[in-house]
């Protein structure tokens, strides 16, 4: 049983298109964040979130805590956005990942 | 500002041997924080480390181990080797300032990670 679902597993889109990536939890939180790993591993924090709405550039991140769900979103996708996001939740202390959604956008 | 800095970034090794990992945080940053992926189990945390003390673990055995220096530079250990060790093992710190409180209230910066293969 997984804390963190995250769907889909795989997404490829087009350039320009607008992509949604879900992650569901069944634990309590702190706080969510979402991370954005390239090939070779390098892991980003793109947001952190425990209400609301955050946006940086291309990228909305939301959250709704009653429903313990929380969407990304990429607007105008791009081909450097190709990359691995993955949920996280840390819930008592405890640290929960999502498997990670495999994002290709081509050109 | 120099990022965070794992080493080594690769590593061989075999079973039953040991092996350290290095990571020096952000300047000013206090809190060090360990993890393991692997492409079977994905991302997991192992330990946090805040002012040299161990103040959050995660579902590990105990040949994992960590320690954190009063420069804030932390060093894990895997002890004895299983071949199910091989994995990327990411370290990440942020300034922590708020004791147990590793994701609540501080955005994480990642190192590049040390890769380590278990033969």
């Known amino acids: 049983k997984n804390e963190v679902e995250q769907s889909p597993q795989n997404l490829t889109a087009q350039e320009g298109e607008f992509i949604t990536i879900n992650c569901s939890y069944s634990?309590?939180?702190?706080?969510l964040h979402w991370l954005q790993q390239h090939p070779g591993g390098g892991i980003v924090s793109l947001f952190m979130l425990s209400s609301g709405k955050k946006k940086h550039g291309r990228l909305i991140a939301t959250i709704n805590i009653q429903e313990k769900h929380s969407s990304l979103h990429i607007t105008a996708s791009h081909p450097r956005d190709s990359a691995v996001y993955i949920c996280a939740v840390r819930w008592e202390n405890q640290f929960y990942f999502g498997t990670g959604t495999s994002l290709t956008v081509i050109p | 500002k120099a990022g965070v800095t794992q080493t080594p970034r690769y590593l061989i090794k075999t079973r039953g041997q040991q092996v350290t990992l290095s990571c020096s945080p952000i300047?000013?940053?206090?809190?060090v924080s360990w993890y393991q992926q692997t492409p079977g189990q994905g991302l997991q945390f192992l330990f946090e480390y805040f002012s040299e003390t161990q103040r959050n673990k995660g579902n590990f055995p105990g040949r994992f181990s960590g320690r954190q220096f009063s420069n804030s530079r932390s060093e894990m250990n895997v002890s004895t080797l299983e071949l199910g060790d091989s994995a990327l093992y990411l370290c990440?710190?942020?300034?922590?300032?708020?004791?147990?409180?590793?994701?609540?209230?501080?955005?994480?910066?990642f190192g590049a990670g040390s890769r380590l293969t278990v033969l």
């Open positions: 300047s000013g940053h206090r809190s």
């Open positions: 634990v309590g939180i702190s706080a």
């Open positions: 990440a710190s942020s300034l922590g300032g708020t004791p147990g409180d590793l994701f609540g209230a501080n955005v994480l910066t």
